[in-house]
């Protein structure tokens, strides 16, 4: 158990939808990082906050948005939902930026979209 | 930009063989951390071993260990005695230094599908 915890594990919706994925990071951790995993493009990383701020923007759409709220979990939107925006979406956190502290992932959701 | 490289889609081994999952990184930044994660059928993602670029000796965790040559710019991971568990998908991955813009993400490789057999 990495301490990180997603919801929902599973979400099936159509296209033009809205949804929201959830994210609680470990205790103590202040980074929070939102990755997508599909087939055709692999792990790519969307966005990072910590402690609140956004802090680098990667691949992520228009359509989609993320905050970070004072209780440090943090919240990924996705909208007017694609066929192609079907993958596996990961948060993983950190207690802050140096590059020796692993980011632990949390167990993902799953999107469908039909 | 950051780039890795994993060059074996999938890996066959025997149980208890040790095995070597090969990765080649690519950074103009003189700081870095190197990641391996594992990812089986369930999609959690398991941080198994860090190296960082300034570290002089090779990493370890337990059956886990990192053959990192700096001037190859590669950081092999190398499982010992195999078990049938350790059948999974293994992700190389890197962070660049904090001083840089953004550094924070892991830019990861494409992965290697190892299966273990019995």
């Known amino acids: 158990d990495s301490g990180v915890t997603q919801t929902p594990k599973h979400l099936i919706t159509a296209t033009g939808q809205r949804v929201t994925l959830r994210c609680s990071p470990r205790?103590?951790?202040?980074?929070v990082y939102w990755y997508q995993q599909s087939l055709d493009q692999g792990l790519q990383f969307l966005i990072h906050?910590?402690?609140?701020?956004?802090?680098a923007k990667g691949n992520i759409l228009e359509r989609f948005s993320a905050q970070q709220f004072p209780d440090l979990h943090s919240e990924l939107n996705l909208s007017s939902l694609e066929l192609g925006d079907s993958a596996l979406y990961f948060c993983?956190?950190?207690?802050?930026?140096?590059?020796?502290?692993?980011?632990?992932f949390g167990d993902g959701t799953r999107l469908s979209i039909l | 930009a950051q780039k890795i490289t994993q060059t074996q889609p999938g890996m066959f081994v025997q149980e208890k063989e040790a095995v070597t999952l090969d990765c080649t990184y690519d950074?103009?930044?003189?700081?870095?951390?190197l990641f391996w994660y594992k990812q089986p059928s369930s999609g959690e993602m398991i941080f198994l071993i860090y190296?960082?670029?300034?570290?002089?000796q090779n990493a370890t965790e337990g059956r886990y260990s990192l053959n990192f040559q700096k001037a190859r710019k590669s950081a092999n991971l190398v499982i010992s005695a195999s078990q049938l568990g350790d059948s999974a998908m293994y992700f190389c991955a890197m962070r660049e230094g904090f001083r840089i813009q953004g550094a924070q993400k892991l830019v990861f490789g494409q992965g290697t599908r190892l299966t273990i057999n019995p």
């Open positions: 950074t103009s930044d003189q700081s870095y951390g």
């Open positions: 205790s103590g951790d202040l980074s």
């Open positions: 906050y910590y402690n609140g701020e956004e802090r």
């Open positions: 993983a956190s950190s207690r802050g930026g140096r590059e020796d502290q692993p980011q632990h």
């Open positions: 190296q960082g670029s300034y570290d002089e």
